[in-house]
């Protein structure tokens, strides 16, 4: 694997703390019954999502990391499909967690939008590599 590579897989692995984190915070939540989680379907769902997706992204980015460099292609479209793999874990659960922020929040906010353009990200670079590996 590149150095590129590995430090991207470096960092992928360090954010599963943070949604390890996460897991924990939710858990908390129920476990205490806390005003404005539970009793918010909206907000409950929405972070549910987010927690979902960031883990199931990373691994998705992890698992998908050594096809960039087998890819036959510049190292400038190699680190634009690693920026776009990383990001996807990174848009998604934001605009998830942060358009229901606030406890009294029944309405996801204009950050829901951050889900689409985590969405646009991974759809972009598992195409793009897609297409690469099929050259």
């Given at each position: 694997?590149?150095?590129?590579?590995?430090?991207?897989?470096?960092?992928?692995?360090?954010?599963?703390?943070?949604?390890?984190?996460?897991?924990?915070?939710?858990?908390?939540?129920?476990?205490?019954?806390?005003?404005?989680?539970?009793?918010?379907?909206?907000?409950?769902?929405?972070?549910?999502?987010?927690?979902?997706?960031?883990?199931?992204?990373?691994?998705?980015?992890?698992?998908?990391?050594?096809?960039?460099?087998?890819?036959?292609?510049?190292?400038?479209?190699?680190?634009?499909?690693?920026?776009?793999?990383?990001?996807?874990?990174?848009?998604?659960?934001?605009?998830?967690?942060?358009?229901?922020?606030?406890?009294?929040?029944?309405?996801?906010?204009?950050?829901?939008?951050?889900?689409?353009?985590?969405?646009?990200?991974?759809?972009?670079?598992?195409?793009?590599?897609?297409?690469?590996?099929l050259l």
């Open positions: 694997m590149s150095s590129a590579t590995l430090t991207t897989a470096g960092i992928l692995l360090i954010t599963v703390v943070t949604i390890a984190y996460g897991g924990l915070t939710l858990l908390t939540h129920l476990a205490r019954r806390k005003a404005g989680y539970l009793d918010n379907p909206v907000r409950r769902g929405l972070w549910t999502a987010g927690h979902a997706h960031a883990g199931v992204l990373v691994i998705l980015a992890l698992v998908l990391l050594p096809y960039i460099d087998q890819a036959e292609t510049s190292d400038g479209i190699r680190a634009l499909i690693r920026t776009l793999l990383v990001a996807a874990p990174i848009l998604m659960p934001l605009g998830f967690f942060l358009s229901v922020a606030r406890p009294q929040d029944t309405r996801p906010n204009m950050l829901i939008w951050l889900t689409v353009a985590g969405g646009v990200s991974l759809s972009a670079g598992t195409l793009l590599l897609g297409f690469l590996l």
